[in-house]
């Protein structure tokens, strides 16, 4: 059965706390907050600030998809806030080993992000070093949008390099995600998915999240 990581992104801002318990009571694995700078993805959305304001009112773990350039810049702060694993793109910065290791200096699960675009080639010597490896199947930015079908074979793909070089990363999927395409992804490998407006554009979220885990069970 797959993890859930419900996007926060698509809850409702005023009632934040509300949608992060509800995804808490409804057997939620984790809690996905996108940090946007409006630089590496044409959007804004939440900062540290957030993390921290949350990090009292939920047991989840605040899994921190930092879409923003140079993260190395910030990820001290996100880790002081609260946060329990740090995403950052490998085409956000020049030194991705750099940040990845100031992650994990902090104490913090750090995990490497790959836009669709990006080949596996790009990753393979961060491997050894990261707990999560984040696919993304849609381009960061926004949600609600289509799932790219051809990111199944790269989820594959990473999941025989795991499996070849016993590696324990995470395997986790982001956009688009909802009770058939994460059947897709889990078959492919992948161990987490992140769903934004499947859960919170429902009239029944809690039920969303336990429709994606019975989907891959
Ligand atoms: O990283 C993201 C966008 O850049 C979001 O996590 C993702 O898009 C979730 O939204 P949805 O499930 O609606 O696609
Ligand atoms: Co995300």
Known sequence: MIKVAPSILSADFANLQRDV???????????????????????????????ADLRPVTSLMLDCHLMIMDPERFVGQFAKAGADLIGVHVESTRHIYHALQLIKD?????????N?????????????????????????????????????AKIAALNELKQQHGYRFEIEVDGGINDQTV??????????????????????PAQRIQDLKVATN
């Open 21 to 51: 318990q509800m995804a808490e009571n409804a057997g939620a694995d984790a809690l996905h907050i996108d940090v946007m700078d409006g630089q590496f993805v044409p959007n804004l959305s939440f900062g540290m600030s957030t993390v």
């Open 106 to 114: 902090a104490g913090v699960k750090a995990e490497v992000v790959v």
């Open 116 to 152: 669709p675009g990006t080949p596996l080639s790009m990753i393979s010597e961060l491997l050894p070093l990261v707990d999560q490896v984040l696919i993304m199947t849609v381009n960061p930015g926004f949600g609600g949008q289509h799932f790219l079908d051809q990111m199944v």
């Open 183 to 204: 059947k897709a992804c889990y078959d492919a490998g992948a161990t987490v998915a992140v769903a934004g407006s499947y859960v919170y554009d429902s009239a029944d």
